[in-house]
Structure formats: C-alpha cells, structure tokens
C-alpha cells in the first residue's frame, strides 16, 4: 500500500483536467478493443437540437500518425539508421544516400511545446499548430559543431515517406530565436484544451505531443541504472535506454502507470456515482480513480479503490476503452487510463475525506444536464487565444486569458470535457438507450465484454 499522502498527492494530479472541450454530448464507440482509426466522425450541426452527438473513435493523445506510418515503415528505416543520418547531415558530412531524407524536429522546453498559432475562419478560435523546424533551426540551436547533439536530448518520433520526425528538449540551451516567426512554448495541457475536438489533425498533433512529451520526460528521469547505478544511455534513437555499465547492461524501457478509471453504476436505480476530488474546482464532478498496485489486476484496482473511497462494493467490472494521459506529472511521464463501468453491490456512500471532497448518486437527467453545458466551448476559445497571445510574444506584464473562463452560466455541475476518458465513460453511460450516434439510430449499448 503506497503511503496515504504520497497517494493522495498521486490521485489530486491524475484527476482529468476540468477544462472542457467543444462539444455537448459524446457517445463512445461500442467497440473498444478494436483498432481504432484517428478519424472523428461528427453529426451534422442541427440548431432545432440542444445536444450533439459525437462519436468518438478514438481518445485525445491515442491514434497518433506517426506511429501508424513508422510500423510500416519500419523495415526501410530503423531509429537508430535514421539517428546516424541525422547527425552526419548537422555534422555536414552526410554521405549519398539512396533516399533523400528530410527531418522534421519538434522542440520541447521544460515540458512545453513549440507552437504556432493562425486565425480562425469567421468567428472561430484560432487554431494552434505545432512548431517543427528543420535542420537549420537545430544547427542553430546546437551551435555549428553539432557538438552538443546527443541521442540524450534527441528522439526519434516516427517517419513517413521521406521525413523523419524527431523531438528535442532545449531545455538547457539558452535563448532559442526562431527568426521572425510567431512560435512560442506552450504546455501540452493548454494545447489540449484549446483544440477543436472536431478538428482530427488539431487530435493527431496532440498525440505527437503527448507522444514526444512521454519520451523527453521519460530520459530526464531514468537518467541512471536503477539495478547499479551506472549511466543510463539511449539506445535506438531514445526509444529505449541501456546501462552503460558493461557487467550489467539492464536494458531501460519508456515507463507507463496504469491507473483505473471507473463510473460506478447501480444498475437498478439507474444512477451513477461521481466524486467531487477538489475544492479548487468546486463543481467539478468527475469517475473514481486510482493506480494500479503491484500483483494487482485492473479489476482489483477498481474495486479496491471504489471500497476505500467511497465504501461502495463493486460486483461485476466491465472494460470500456483506455487513454494514454502524458499530461501528469513529470515524475510520471505517460499514465495510461483505463476506463471501466463497475457495477455496484451496495449503494451507502461512505467518503473517505483524505481522498476526495464528496461523492453522490446522480440520476441520468442530473449527469445529461451536466453533459448539455456550453463550458466546454468556452474553455476551448479562452485556451486558444491565450496560445494565440503566447505566440505573438504578449509581453509579461500583460495578463494571457486564462485558461479556465467560468463565464457568466453557472451550471450546479460539470464533468470534465470530451478531451478526457472520463468524460466518455459518463456520456456513454447517460445517453446509452438513446441509441443516437451520428444523428442516426444506432445499437451503441454498453460494452459487451464483461470480466
Ligand atoms: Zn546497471
């Protein structure tokens, strides 16, 4: 059992953003476990209607392109191959090669991202895009030996055709100019925050974010052997890391934390139960959730965590989908949510009040008006133009918008917006006999598989 303030702490920063996204009411796939396809389906807009329905066929920070490409592609162009053409071109002794390639380098600083920032069309928020350079820039960050190129600070993110993508954390170099160009370091949080969900490459530059982010946090700490202490080097252009002590040699993988995710549901009241983590976001109610322990399975996980929290007994646990989160904690550089709906025993509620603020039974009609709350659009637009601001070097004196605009409605609840899995275990469970998916009659039920 992890000390209770240490996993108190955990569960504070795991909690999903309350900032939520553009869209009122989501619907998952009913498919979960199969593979799922970056592309976002949407229902024509229809102002008679009050709610519009997504379907969702894949989580904010899954689906990432350049994953898909690089699997391909992986026979003709391995990491580290792409790695050693990478250095011999900013060293300037690049051999012939048979395929020209282009490099595409997006730069991280302390966790942030290179982003630019274009208007929108109409009344639209401005859309953000994320801030590759090329060689030049890198030669010009690096200074013109190349000397300070090395794999430690450098990833290999995937390739497609003939350009390679990679991430690099500046972190330690000093002021990087990028000419007369709008280009400014943003937190991959706001980046999620201010996308279009509608917008599947606003999605796809997410995942290569997130992606990126996971990596680049993951070697600042693993920079050493944990059997003996030695160097940890990267191996295959970042992708993995080695001990550099020749007697030990433990070889060092990207470090995942699963945590469970789960909407309690007493089938026969049909309600759902949802906790309140923090009085800092008052009206923010949200799943239970929790880390998976050591020699536990996820639907232990579940029912431990719904046991200590709430006093609540969980009988059946049913998979729903799961969702890379890179936008924790540094210390924890990719937890992967997985999402299930756990099927209540018991129903008397006993908080336990170190680890959350309350929870409460709320029928479908309270959840769907929490679900029909134009908050979600909101927050999109005031995160959009604040990265817009950043991008056009708002100088510091000025206030940025910030990135969470209650405005003038105030709701009584929300959940968290369609950027998170909890939003999705909600909306799936709340609006699951309506049978409505792209505006069409659908047999979307819960998920079927069942453990
Ligand atoms: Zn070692």
């Given at each position: 059992?992890?000390?209770?303030?240490?996993?108190?702490?955990?569960?504070?920063?795991?909690?999903?953003?309350?900032?939520?996204?553009?869209?009122?009411?989501?619907?998952?796939?009913?498919?979960p476990?199969?593979?799922?396809?970056?592309?976002?389906?949407?229902?024509?807009?229809?102002?008679s209607?009050?709610?519009?329905?997504?379907?969702?066929?894949?989580?904010?920070?899954?689906?990432?392109?350049?994953?898909?490409?690089?699997?391909?592609?992986?026979?003709s162009l391995?990491?580290?191959?792409?790695?050693?053409?990478?250095?011999?071109?900013?060293?300037?002794?690049?051999?012939?090669?048979?395929?020209?390639?282009?490099?595409?380098v997006?730069?991280?600083?302390?966790?942030?991202?290179?982003?630019?920032?274009?208007a929108?069309?109409?009344?639209?928020?401005?859309?953000w895009?994320?801030?590759?350079?090329?060689?030049?820039?890198?030669?010009?960050?690096?200074?013109?030996?190349?000397?300070?190129?090395?794999?430690?600070?450098?990833?290999?993110?995937?390739?497609?055709?003939?350009?390679?993508?990679?991430?690099?954390?500046?972190?330690?170099?000093?002021a990087?100019?990028?000419?007369?160009?709008e280009?400014?370091?943003?937190?991959v949080?706001t980046?999620?925050?201010?996308s279009?969900?509608?917008d599947?490459?606003?999605?796809?530059?997410?995942?290569?974010a997130?992606?990126?982010?996971a990596?680049?946090?993951?070697?600042?700490?693993?920079?050493?052997?944990?059997?003996?202490?030695?160097?940890?080097?990267?191996?295959?252009?970042?992708?993995?890391?080695?001990?550099?002590?020749?007697?030990?040699?433990?070889r060092?993988?990207p470090?995942?934390?699963?945590?469970?995710?789960?909407?309690?549901?007493?089938?026969?009241?049909?309600?759902?139960?949802?906790?309140?983590r923090?009085?800092?976001?008052?009206r923010?109610?949200?799943?239970?959730?929790?880390?998976?322990?050591?020699?536990?399975?996820?639907?232990?996980?579940?029912?431990?965590?719904?046991?200590e929290?709430?006093?609540?007994?969980?009988?059946?646990?049913?998979?729903?989908?799961?969702?890379?989160?890179p936008v924790?904690p540094?210390?924890?550089?990719?937890?992967?949510?997985v999402?299930?709906?756990?099927?209540?025993?018991?129903?008397?509620?006993?908080?336990d009040?170190?680890?959350?603020?309350?929870?409460?039974?709320?029928?479908?009609?309270?959840?769907?008006?929490?679900?029909?709350?134009?908050?979600?659009?909101?927050?999109?637009?005031?995160?959009?133009?604040?990265?817009?601001?950043?991008?056009k070097?708002?100088?510091?004196?000025q206030?940025?918008?910030?990135?969470?605009?209650?405005g003038?409605?105030?709701?009584?609840?929300?959940?968290?917006?369609?950027?998170a899995i909890?939003?999705?275990?909600?909306?799936?469970?709340?609006?699951?006999?309506?049978?409505?998916v792209?505006?069409?009659?659908s047999?979307?039920?819960q998920?079927?598989?069942?453990?």
């Amino acid at each position: 059992m992890l000390n209770l303030n240490l996993k108190l702490k955990l569960k504070l920063i795991l909690l999903p953003s309350p900032f939520p996204l553009f869209s009122k009411v989501a619907t998952f796939n009913k498919t979960p476990l199969r593979i799922l396809s970056l592309t976002t389906d949407f229902s024509p807009r229809n102002s008679s209607t009050t709610t519009m329905s997504i379907n969702l066929r894949t989580h904010v920070f899954a689906g990432n392109p350049l994953h898909f490409k690089s699997h391909k592609n992986i026979d003709s162009l391995s990491p580290s191959s792409a790695f050693e053409a990478l250095t011999a071109r900013i060293l300037g002794n690049s051999q012939p090669s048979p395929t020209p390639l282009n490099f595409k380098v997006l730069p991280f600083r302390n966790g942030k991202a290179l982003a630019s920032s274009a208007a929108g069309s109409g009344d639209s928020p401005p859309i953000w895009n994320l801030g590759w350079i090329g060689l030049d820039d890198l030669r010009g960050i690096l200074g013109s030996s190349g000397a300070q190129l090395s794999a430690e600070s450098l990833v290999y993110l995937g390739s497609e055709d003939d350009v390679v993508y990679w991430a690099i954390d500046v972190s330690s170099s000093e002021a990087v100019e990028f000419g007369a160009r709008e280009l400014s370091f943003v937190e991959v949080r706001t980046l999620m925050v201010a996308s279009d969900w509608r917008d599947s490459q606003a999605m796809g530059n997410l995942a290569v974010a997130g992606h990126a982010k996971a990596l680049l946090e993951w070697h600042n700490t693993s920079r050493f052997c944990g059997h003996c202490g030695a160097k940890a080097v990267p191996m295959e252009a970042g992708r993995r890391k080695q001990c550099s002590n020749d007697s030990c040699k433990k070889r060092i993988y990207p470090r995942v934390d699963p945590v469970a995710i789960m909407l309690v549901i007493d089938r026969e009241n049909d309600r759902a139960l949802l906790a309140k983590r923090s009085k800092f976001v008052p009206r923010l109610w949200t799943c239970l959730s929790g880390f998976t322990e050591a020699g536990e399975s996820l639907e232990e996980a579940v029912r431990r965590e719904t046991w200590e929290e709430t006093g609540i007994e969980v009988g059946e646990v049913v998979y729903h989908s799961s969702q890379p989160w890179p936008v924790g904690p540094n210390s924890m550089p990719c937890q992967l949510m997985v999402g299930f709906f756990a099927y209540a025993k018991s129903f008397e509620i006993k908080v336990d009040r170190e680890e959350l603020e309350d929870a409460q039974w709320y029928s479908k009609e309270e959840v769907r008006k929490a679900l029909t709350f134009d908050e979600y659009k909101q927050a999109q637009r005031s995160a959009a133009a604040k990265v817009e601001q950043m991008c056009k070097g708002v100088g510091k004196n000025q206030s940025l918008a910030a990135d969470f605009n209650v405005g003038t409605q105030l709701n009584p609840m929300f959940v968290p917006g369609p950027f998170a899995i909890a939003h999705h275990l909600i909306s799936s469970w709340a609006f699951a006999d309506q049978n409505v998916v792209n505006g069409v009659g659908s047999n979307s039920k819960q998920p079927v598989s069942s453990i």
